[in-house]
Nanobody
Framework: QVQLVESGGGSVQAGGSLKLSCTAS???????IAWFRRAPGKEREGVAA????????YYADSVKGRFTISQDNARNTVYLQMNSLKPEDTAVYYC?????????????????WGQGTQVTVSS
């Protein structure tokens, strides 16, 4: 059974930074790991994705230039470095995994999900 565990969330002021981690275990799931977020009262939104074996990345327009997704295969961990945070980045952030790499952020295509970590950005 695939398990994804997020960590690194917290509270920060606007303009600050946070680094989220997603540690994976339990199976051959890891070809494509992505971060999604859900803000209160809003739809789930894709943030960034990475292809584990090729290093390809894909970002939502709303975070390009501010967020960076990366990986440490030795630790089975994918990171999301978030800089220049804005209050509108406040959300629960989830990591998700699927076996096929496609450069998109279609949440319905992801098979495995973590429990989420809260990120709060104050103005």
């Amino acid at each position: 059974q695939v398990q994804l565990v997020e960590s690194g969330g917290g509270s920060v002021q606007a303009g600050g930074s946070l680094k989220l981690s997603c540690t994976a275990s339990g199976g051959a799931y890891r070809n494509n790991i992505a971060w999604f977020r859900r803000a209160p009262g809003k739809e789930r939104e894709g943030v960034a994705a990475i292809y584990i074996f090729g290093g390809n990345t894909y970002y939502a327009d709303s975070v390009k230039g501010r967020f960076t997704i990366s990986q440490d295969n030795a630790r089975n961990t994918v990171y999301l470095q978030m800089n220049s945070l804005k209050p509108e980045d406040t959300a629960v952030y989830y990591c998700a995994a699927r076996t096929i790499w496609v450069p998109d952020l279609d949440a319905t295509a992801y098979n495995y999900w973590g429990q989420g970590t809260q990120v709060t950005v104050s103005s």
